[in-house]
């Protein structure tokens, strides 16, 4: 018989898989924040098809709004491009964390502790880092949004 065998009789399988729970959690977080991240990046997308479409009929004045709005796009999609990026590499290290914390439950080991805190730690800072990202693509996507000086006319009206 395999060596590992009476330890998994004596070890607490029900709290092995309870310690995993947290990280599973987190890593349902991700599917979600990429599927939004996702979202995100098809709507910049079909936005820069648009553009493009337009940069060619517009001439002047129009014609710069166009091409400062392709520039922010482009400069939106590196920052939805890196959230996704970053999300995926914390999702792959949350998924790595929960094989050790099954590790750990087989095997005691100062070491493995160390690793699962570590990688813990990893995957969240990879995710802060995405969150980061994805604010400068929000921040980005609405100083775009907002309705340029030139297109509100004055009014004498007090608000």
């Given at each position: 018989?395999?060596?590992?065998?009476?330890?998994?009789?004596?070890?607490?399988?029900?709290?092995?898989?309870?310690?995993?729970?947290?990280?599973?959690?987190?890593?349902?977080?991700?599917?979600?924040?990429?599927?939004?991240?996702?979202?995100?990046?098809?709507?910049?997308?079909?936005?820069?098809?648009?553009?493009?479409?337009?940069?060619?009929?517009?001439?002047?004045?129009?014609?710069?709004?166009?091409?400062?709005?392709?520039?922010?796009?482009?400069?939106?999609?590196?920052?939805?491009?890196?959230?996704?990026?970053?999300?995926?590499?914390?999702?792959?290290?949350?998924?790595?964390?929960?094989?050790?914390?099954?590790?750990?439950?087989?095997?005691?080991?100062p070491v493995l502790e160390q690793i699962v805190a570590g990688a813990f730690i990893v995957a969240v800072i990879l995710l802060s880092v995405a969150l980061i990202q994805f604010s400068r693509e929000v921040r980005t996507g609405?100083?775009?949004?907002?309705?340029?000086?030139?297109?509100?006319?004055?009014?004498?009206?007090?608000?």
């Amino acid at each position: 018989m395999i060596s590992v065998l009476p330890e998994l009789a004596t070890t607490d399988i029900v709290t092995v898989l309870q310690t995993a729970m947290a990280p599973a959690f987190l890593l349902v977080a991700l599917g979600g924040m990429l599927n939004i991240f996702t979202g995100r990046l098809e709507r910049i997308i079909d936005r820069s098809r648009v553009m493009q479409d337009r940069y060619l009929e517009t001439e002047g004045e129009a014609h710069i709004l166009c091409v400062n709005e392709l520039r922010d796009l482009q400069l939106r999609i590196k920052y939805v491009n890196s959230a996704i990026y970053f999300s995926v590499v914390s999702a792959i290290v949350v998924c790595i964390l929960i094989g050790l914390l099954f590790v750990m439950g087989l095997i005691s080991h100062p070491v493995l502790e160390q690793i699962v805190a570590g990688a813990f730690i990893v995957a969240v800072i990879l995710l802060s880092v995405a969150l980061i990202q994805f604010s400068r693509e929000v921040r980005t996507g609405i100083r775009d949004f907002m309705i340029r000086e030139e297109y509100l006319e004055k009014s004498d009206r007090v608000e």
